[in-house]
């Protein structure tokens, strides 16, 4: 089946304009997780959904940042007037559930590559 | 809280050789959730391997298999054979109680002909 997609793979931008990051999961998932990573860095957890809940945004670095998942699928990262610093490969992750189990296995998409000038 | 700490930064290892890369984990939950991921440079992180706490025989999947020492709370994972395509960059990772998985700062691994 069809695995975690994203788009687009590479963006190039001007500081200061707002870009849209969109991720759609696998089929079922009900969890989804966005990650920022920076060069050479680890995973930086940034956002969560599960089904209707509201999400977890404890991860955000700023008020520039915001999320949204449509129907319990698809989901947009949007960051507004962007800065060098948001310069980072950006990952969506979906997942069955979450508690300890196997259920937990992330599956991540081939990530988003931001580049802000 | 939960922590993972990977103490190695980077390994080299000889084409067919095994190697071990460590992980270590704190967590004050009774259930949880143990994975390694492989990252190439490419950039896709690829799930390999998960081991539950309350699993009692280590996780093998292929050459992959997950050393898992409750007491002391560790989560080695244990490549076989070692190829030129598993070169990259390993996590580990844990969940439990958070719903939000915590992920190591990962070990670069170089693998030699």
């Known amino acids: 089946g069809a695995g975690v997609s994203q788009s687009p793979s590479n963006k190039v931008t001007e500081k200061g304009k707002d870009v849209e990051l969109r991720c759609d999961p696998i089929?079922?998932?009900?969890?989804l997780y966005w990650y920022r990573q920076s060069l050479g860095q680890g995973l930086e957890f940034l956002i969560y959904?599960?089904?209707?809940?509201?999400?977890?945004k404890s991860g955000l670095p700023s008020d520039r940042f915001s999320a949204e998942r449509t129907g319990g699928s698809v989901s947009t990262l949007t960051i507004q007037r962007t800065q060098q610093e948001d310069s980072a490969v950006y990952l969506c992750?979906?997942?069955?559930?979450?508690?300890?189990?196997?259920?937990?296995?992330?599956?991540f998409g081939p990530g988003t590559r931001l580049t802000v000038l | 809280a939960q922590k993972i700490t990977q103490t190695q930064p980077g390994m080299f290892v000889q084409e067919k050789e095994a190697v071990t890369l460590d992980c270590t984990y704190d967590?004050?939950?009774?259930?949880?959730?143990l994975f390694w991921y492989k990252q190439p440079s490419s950039g896709e992180m690829i799930f390999l391997i998960y081991?539950?706490?309350?699993?009692?025989q280590n996780a093998t999947e292929g050459r992959y298999s997950l050393n898992f020492q409750k007491a002391r709370k560790s989560a080695n994972l244990v490549i076989s054979a070692s190829q030129l395509g598993d070169s990259a960059m390993y996590f580990c990772?844990?969940?439990?109680?958070?719903?939000?998985?915590?992920f190591g700062r990962g070990t670069s691994l170089i693998v030699h002909p």
């Open positions: 992750a979906s997942s069955l559930a979450w508690g300890g189990r196997a259920t937990d296995t992330q599956y």
């Open positions: 089929s079922g998932h009900t969890a």
């Open positions: 959904f599960q089904g209707n809940s509201a999400p977890d």
């Open positions: 967590t004050s939950d009774q259930s949880y959730g």
């Open positions: 081991q539950g706490s309350y699993d009692e």
């Open positions: 990772a844990m969940t439990g109680g958070s719903y939000i998985p915590t």
